[in-house]
């Protein structure tokens, strides 16, 4: 049978994995990474580069490459790349993409179907989206599964015959999401999430270029004005000091020129691990009121969880796990690796719903991730004040929800009200969304305080049905709302489609060379002028060997290039250090 793949679509990595009788594995990408960087660029010829490429050259040329577009999934956000003008959904088809050829030269035959997560808090939207960009790269999306289910069924959790209370404590590049996820009747239920859509690994990078740019007299957003171009080196030097940093007692970081060179008088500046602690430590309390708002929203105490697992790449910190620990009073599950536990439940998931009749072991349900509700107006004294929230389920219900709240007419003889839907978690309706409105009329005249309740449906597929019953006369009104909920439509799913295939990128085998060369280019402008000449040199015979076609002239330069920078740059093969 067909191999459905799992696949974590992260914001700065991702990754395919597969379900063996020994349980998952990650497929390796065509550099035997076990991370696809969430980055496309597109390189000077005009062609597409994804993963670990396009990482490079946005060290060089940022304006060619776009990052973290998973944050404006299912939004109107489009980025130019490349003269063309792409939407978020594409970008994450292209990572897609490349994340399939892998599969399929894993397995040596087609891919088509797969098992795709997202964050617990993504709406209907964005789970739309998600499929979307699947069904750009050519995959059927058989589940959209939220990320802390999957890593708790990456721990065999699914498997666990106790019920269990398991906190999802997920540090990625940069979000922070804690989810409560509850073991009851051998199914997995998401009770609460709560998250810092500005918290994660880059903030850590940051303090690092940060701290080393005030020891020069400069702050951060300064440079970043002034000499964009040393700042984007220096949080790449930044950010594998702090990988190293995970590992060793102090790390070194080069400080470049303002032009994002290393000149021969360039600085070096050592930073230690308790260092990096003191820094990133008042940020890092930052994780402390999510926690305590999906713990409220869960009713739950910190002692009544079971079970901590770590998720993200951050979390490899030590620091994170230290406070962790301290937190919560035990030792978190890390057993595997953080920043690959989502992709590997992901393929566990796949593996149950390939095996027929399986899928029913793993009911997997769902919470509101937004508070729904009306407008509503308020009576202070005689004072009528308009624009009040009034909530009617609240944010982190367990759907499918049906809820009923009673609302009555404010003035005499009033026989019309408009009911108007918002999501959201103001008080006042202003700072929330509004998802849609409709007229009740036909309200018997009469004195103030005429009822109608309106009641809230919100199913699984995040679609809301607002029904409004006059009381008095049993009159109904019925409203759905978020189908329309802007999904991309399969005339749009087409075009993306043919617009991708006119997007020239390298066959798959040609990944090697081209991370080759962008990481070349990249360590070019780090050297002094000696070490450059060579560097140039061994350069123009790759490729010159590359216009050859001749494998084996191909190879000689390649592997000439390579030990080359395995001397110059050991930290870029593996920027994160990180071991299986
Ligand atoms: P996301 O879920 O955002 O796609 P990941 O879970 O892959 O991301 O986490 C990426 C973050 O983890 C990055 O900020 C990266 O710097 C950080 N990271 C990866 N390895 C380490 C390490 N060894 N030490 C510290 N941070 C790390
Ligand atoms: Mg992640």
Request: aromatic share 6%; proline share 5%; net charge negative.
């Given at each position: 049978?067909?191999?459905?793949?799992?696949?974590?679509?992260?914001?700065?990595?991702?990754?395919?994995?597969?379900?063996?009788?020994?349980?998952?594995?990650?497929?390796?990408?065509?550099?035997?990474?076990?991370?696809?960087?969430?980055?496309?660029?597109?390189?000077?010829?005009?062609?597409?580069?994804?993963?670990?490429?396009?990482?490079?050259?946005?060290?060089?040329?940022?304006?060619?490459?776009?990052?973290?577009?998973?944050?404006?999934?299912?939004?109107?956000?489009?980025?130019?790349?490349?003269?063309?003008?792409?939407?978020?959904?594409?970008?994450?088809?292209?990572?897609?993409?490349?994340?399939?050829?892998?599969?399929?030269?894993?397995?040596?035959?087609?891919?088509?179907?797969?098992?795709?997560?997202?964050?617990?808090?993504?709406?209907?939207?964005?789970?739309?989206?998600?499929?979307?960009?699947?069904?750009?790269?050519?995959?059927?999306?058989?589940?959209?599964?939220?990320?802390?289910?999957?890593?708790?069924?990456?721990?065999?959790?699914?498997?666990?015959?106790?019920?269990?209370?398991?906190?999802?404590?997920?540090?990625?590049?940069?979000?922070?999401?804690v989810s409560v996820v509850e073991l009851f009747d051998g199914a997995l239920e998401v009770r609460a999430s709560a998250g810092e859509t500005a918290l994660g690994g880059e903030d850590f990078t940051r303090a690092i270029a940060a701290r080393v740019l005030e020891g020069f007299g400069?702050?951060?957003?300064?440079?970043?004005?002034?000499?964009?171009?040393?700042?984007?080196?220096?949080?790449?030097?930044?950010?594998?000091?702090?990988?190293?940093?995970?590992?060793?007692?102090?790390?070194?970081?080069?400080?470049?020129?303002?032009?994002?060179?290393?000149?021969?008088?360039?600085?070096?500046?050592?930073?230690?691990?308790?260092?990096?602690?003191?820094?990133?430590?008042?940020?890092?309390?930052?994780?402390?009121?999510?926690?305590?708002?999906?713990?409220?929203?869960?009713?739950?105490?910190?002692?009544?969880?079971?079970?901590?697992?770590?998720?993200?790449?951050?979390?490899?910190?030590?620091?994170?796990?230290?406070?962790?620990?301290?937190?919560?009073?035990?030792?978190?599950?890390?057993?595997?690796?953080?920043?690959?536990?989502?992709?590997?439940?992901?393929?566990?998931?796949?593996?149950?719903?390939?095996?027929?009749?399986?899928?029913?072991?793993?009911?997997?349900?769902?919470?509101?991730?937004?508070?729904?509700?009306?407008?509503?107006?308020?009576?202070?004294?005689?004072?009528?004040?308009?624009?009040?929230?009034?909530?009617?389920?609240?944010?982190?219900?367990?759907?499918?929800?049906?809820?009923?709240?009673?609302?009555?007419?404010?003035?005499?003889?009033?026989?019309?009200?408009?009911?108007?839907?918002?999501?959201?978690?103001?008080r006042k309706v202003a700072d929330n969304l509004l998802l849609g409105e409709f007229e009740v009329n036909g309200i018997p005249s009469g004195p103030p305080g005429q009822e109608v309740d309106v009641r809230f449906t919100y199913d699984l597929n995040g679609v809301l049905e607002v029904?409004?019953?006059?009381?008095?006369?049993?009159?109904?009104?019925?409203?759905?709302?978020?189908?329309?909920?802007?999904?991309?439509?399969?005339?749009?799913?087409?075009?993306?489609?043919?617009?991708?295939?006119?997007?020239?990128?390298?066959?798959?085998?040609?990944?090697?060379?081209?991370?080759?060369?962008?990481?070349?280019?990249?360590?070019?402008?780090?050297?002094?002028?000696?070490?450059?000449?060579?560097?140039?040199?061994?350069?123009?015979?790759?490729?010159?060997?590359?216009?050859?076609?001749?494998?084996?002239?191909?190879?000689?330069h390649r592997e000439a290039l390579q030990h080359f920078l395995s001397l110059h740059d050991p930290d870029g093969e593996n920027p994160t250090g990180n071991e299986e």
């Amino acid at each position: 049978m067909e191999p459905i793949v799992g696949i974590d679509l992260g914001t700065t990595n991702s990754a395919v994995a597969h379900l063996t009788p020994d349980g998952p594995n990650i497929i390796p990408n065509a550099l035997g990474g076990r991370l696809t960087p969430s980055v496309v660029g597109v390189d000077e010829s005009g062609v597409v580069v994804v993963g670990a490429a396009a990482r490079e050259l946005q060290v060089v040329r940022p304006d060619r490459c776009a990052a973290l577009f998973k944050r404006h999934m299912g939004t109107d956000k489009t980025y130019t790349l490349g003269g063309r003008t792409v939407t978020p959904e594409e970008l994450s088809g292209l990572v897609l993409r490349s994340l399939k050829a892998d599969a399929e030269a894993f397995f040596a035959r087609p891919v088509t179907r797969a098992v795709i997560t997202c964050p617990a808090y993504f709406n209907d939207r964005q789970r739309k989206a998600t499929i979307a960009a699947g069904r750009i790269a050519g995959l059927t999306v058989e589940r959209i599964l939220n990320e802390p289910t999957a890593a708790a069924i990456a721990y065999g959790f699914h498997d666990s015959r106790e019920d269990k209370k398991l906190l999802i404590f997920d540090l990625g590049g940069g979000t922070f999401d804690v989810s409560v996820v509850e073991l009851f009747d051998g199914a997995l239920e998401v009770r609460a999430s709560a998250g810092e859509t500005a918290l994660g690994g880059e903030d850590f990078t940051r303090a690092i270029a940060a701290r080393v740019l005030e020891g020069f007299g400069t702050s951060f957003e300064r440079a970043e004005v002034t000499t964009p171009l040393l700042v984007a080196r220096l949080i790449q030097q930044g950010e594998v000091a702090k990988c190293r940093l995970s590992r060793e007692e102090t790390a070194v970081v080069r400080v470049p020129d303002a032009a994002g060179e290393f000149t021969a008088a360039a600085k070096e500046v050592t930073v230690t691990r308790a260092q990096l602690d003191a820094w990133v430590s008042p940020t890092l309390t930052r994780i402390e009121l999510p926690i305590r708002r999906a713990l409220a929203d869960a009713k739950l105490t910190r002692d009544e969880i079971d079970e901590v697992i770590l998720v993200g790449g951050a979390t490899r910190m030590p620091l994170v796990v230290r406070r962790v620990r301290e937190l919560f009073g035990k030792d978190p599950h890390r057993r595997l690796n953080p920043d690959e536990v989502v992709a590997l439940g992901a393929a566990v998931q796949a593996g149950l719903v390939g095996r027929a009749g399986a899928v029913e072991d793993l009911v997997v349900t769902d919470v509101a991730p937004f508070t729904l509700g009306v407008a509503v107006v308020k009576q202070f004294g005689g004072d009528v004040q308009e624009g009040y929230f009034d909530p009617v389920i609240d944010r982190n219900t367990t759907i499918p929800v049906s809820r009923v709240k009673q609302y009555s007419t404010v003035a005499p003889n009033q026989t019309a009200i408009r009911v108007r839907v918002y999501q959201g978690e103001s008080r006042k309706v202003a700072d929330n969304l509004l998802l849609g409105e409709f007229e009740v009329n036909g309200i018997p005249s009469g004195p103030p305080g005429q009822e109608v309740d309106v009641r809230f449906t919100y199913d699984l597929n995040g679609v809301l049905e607002v029904e409004a019953t006059v009381v008095a006369t049993k009159r109904k009104v019925t409203h759905v709302i978020a189908r329309h909920a802007k999904g991309l439509s399969e005339e749009q799913v087409r075009r993306a489609v043919r617009e991708m295939e006119k997007l020239k990128a390298h066959p798959r085998e040609e990944a090697v060379n081209r991370f080759l060369l962008a990481r070349a280019e990249r360590v070019y402008k780090e050297l002094a002028v000696e070490a450059r000449r060579v560097l140039g040199a061994l350069l123009d015979g790759f490729e010159a060997g590359l216009e050859s076609r001749d494998p084996e002239a191909i190879g000689r330069h390649r592997e000439a290039l390579q030990h080359f920078l395995s001397l110059h740059d050991p930290d870029g093969e593996n920027p994160t250090g990180n071991e299986e």
